[in-house]
């Protein structure tokens, strides 16, 4: 049994990541790849490249059963069905809002530590601002810092941990959040459509109090990027996923027919992915695809991601109208897949594995 570190080691990681960062220094082994290195030529830019996807034809019902809307709407099921992702345009979110994002999540990063450390994660708990949770003596650490926050329901914000400084941080998280909480619900309905579904039956399935929570990503340079990742693979365990990415430095890449295609940087657009929860209650017809981050040795990334899942206490599972002989019942009802979620990762399965009949 892995011997679960302490407080202080953790702090003692996360003070010299900074500092490794700024002076060059190599990283230490517990930041290492175990099997692989990374190669510039492992990755690549799709030939057939991650769709872009007009959001604003899928807003009213008008739009949506124009011929251009039905044609969207294809486009986004077959996104999903084999990319699990791809990158919305037409969000209707404007180029100035989403810079000032950025803008207050790099003011907050360049805070003195001292500064930042008044938001510090507690040790237990899974918000707040730090680096990776350490678990296990073997695991292998991202290269970055996060702050994450709950925004819903609006009655868990543990407004303590929400930094004060910059001063609009606060008022900007809260209107991004409001923006991209409609957009996710516009999407649920646009997702239910191209699959002949009614147009709540995932929106259904999350309830009235979901749970919706942002991760600020700040990936420093890093000396070894052949060898150190920004966050290692992985799919997310949310419903949905919509990630605002930096506006110059690419670094996600997602993982399709055994290879690693980069995710290109499109300044004014956001990219959507599905998690864990919409794999199943779309009985695995569209995908929570694999994803991780890599690192670069010039310049520092960052990006905002913001995950929608449902109320825990909800059962949620397969949408019955997408069950039938020829395609089985895939999984079984869930619910609390955080809880599931963080179980599976400490046995080190793989949760959707886990959730299947
Ligand atoms: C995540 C994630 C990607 C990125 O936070 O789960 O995959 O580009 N982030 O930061
Ligand atoms: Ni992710």
């Not at 994002?101 to 918000?127: I, N, T, W």
């Not at 619900?185 to 579904?197: E, G, H, Q, T, Y």
């Not at 017809?285 to 899942?309: D, G, L, Q, Y």
Request: aromatic share 8%; net charge negative; glycine share 6%.
């Amino acid at each position: 049994m892995a011997r679960s570190l302490g407080a202080t080691d953790v702090g003692s990681l996360a003070k010299s990541l900074q500092e490794m960062s700024m002076n060059g220094t190599e990283p230490p082994p517990q930041y290492f790849l175990k099997e692989n290195s990374i190669k510039p030529m492992d990755s690549f830019l799709p030939s057939d490249p991650i769709p872009i996807i007009d959001i604003s034809l899928f807003s009213s019902s008008s739009s949506l059963s124009s011929k251009e809307g039905e044609d969207e709407l294809e486009k986004l099921k077959s996104a999903l069905t084999s990319w699990g992702c791809f990158q919305a345009i037409g969000h209707g979110i404007s180029s100035s809002f989403l810079d000032k994002v950025r803008e207050v999540a790099k003011q907050f990063f360049a805070l003195p530590v001292e500064e930042k450390q008044k938001y510090s994660r507690e040790v237990d708990g899974s918000e707040g601002y730090g680096n990776d949770r350490i678990l296990s003596e073997n695991q292998v650490l991202d290269w970055l810092y996060r702050l994450s926050l709950r925004l819903r329901p609006v009655d868990q914000r543990k407004l303590q941990l929400w930094p004060e400084n910059p001063n609009e941080f606060r008022e900007v998280l809260d209107e991004y959040g409001t923006k991209v909480k409609i957009i996710m619900d516009v999407l649920f309905k646009a997702m239910a459509k191209s699959l002949n579904l009614e147009e709540n039956s995932f929106s259904s399935q999350f309830g009235e109090r979901a749970v919706m929570q942002t991760r600020f990503n700040f990936y420093l340079s890093c000396p070894r990027p052949d060898l150190v990742l920004g966050v290692k693979p992985h799919s997310d365990r949310s419903g949905i996923t919509v990630l605002l990415q930096d506006k110059e430095v690419e670094g996600l890449q997602v993982f399709k027919d055994d290879k690693w295609f980069k995710v290109p940087v499109i300044p004014h657009a956001l990219v959507v992915n599905l998690g864990d929860q919409m794999q199943i209650m779309s009985n695995g017809i569209f995908k929570s695809p694999i994803h991780r981050v890599v690192t670069n040795s010039e310049r520092m990334r960052i990006s905002v991601a913001m995950f929608n899942e449902p109320e825990p206490e909800k059962e949620i599972g397969p949408v019955e109208g997408l069950i039938d002989e020829k395609r089985p019942r895939l999984y079984r009802d869930v619910k609390n897949y955080a809880s599931f979620n963080f179980e599976c990762f400490q046995k080190g399965v793989v949760p959707l594995e886990s959730a299947k009949i």
